[in-house]
């Protein structure tokens, strides 16, 4: 829609402060995404070709997105965010000339970071799409390989069934690299935690320690609502009028969650 492009435009406000855990997975995205941004002129000169981009892959509410718009807004450069299903569906028939407009304002407004989410619904497997979805992805293919040699436009691919994507979009050359996006261990949902109630006044009572532990399998949207949720509780307890008493705790309930966690990573 245009009120969507118009947003576009805007910078996302989104920092790496806004990022809980996924310390390394950061790391490995800033280091394909920032330099052939700010500084495509030392590839030149190095002659090797700039990343055009990185494949995030994982669960959905682990941060894919957020990760895309704080590393556009750290660089200070332009975001578009294309979704998947939207192009394929929505723009029917002219899908092939929404990927080349897109593609063409990256161009303009460079230095650009282009996200597509939920990619894998334009570059499914091929023989399984029909002969639009072949279009779709020979043109972002050939978009994607026409970013040749100039840096400043590099794009984001997110989709959590890694396994669907066409073969043909994970050959070198498109995606440089995919960085797997993972559920966050306990260490992760502690610092999540810290991200969503930086601006919380918390009761004494609050240990987010304990919630960091008690909430196994809980990703970053999970969190985020949790946080969000007791803030509300709170605000009722408030509202009813219940004296100056504080908020008490962020609550998590006493489920079996947590005691028998195996965690994946540091
Ligand atoms: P999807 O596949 O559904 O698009 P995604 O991986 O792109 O998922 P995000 O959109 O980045 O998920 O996350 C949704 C929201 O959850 C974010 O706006 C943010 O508030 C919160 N969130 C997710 N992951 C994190 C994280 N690692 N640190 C802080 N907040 C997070």
Redesign the pocket.
Known sequence: SESGRAANHQRTGVSYE?????DEELELVREMIELPLSEPELFTRLGVEPPKGVL?H??????????AKAVANEVDAHFISVSGPEIVSKYKGDSEERLRETFAEARNEAPTVVFF??IDSIGGKRDEGGDMEDRIVGQLLSLMDGLEGRGEVVVIG???RVDDLDPALRRGGRFDREIE?GV?GEA?RR??LD??TRNMPLADDVDLDRVADRTYGF???D??SLAKEAAMTALRRLRRGSGPEKPRSVGVGDGDRGEDEDEGDG
């Open positions: 806004d990022i809980g855990g996924l995030l994982g669960p959905p509410g682990t941060g894919k997105t957020l990760i989410d939920e997110a989709t959590n996006i966050p992760g610092e999540i991200v969503h990703v970053g949207a969190l985020e």
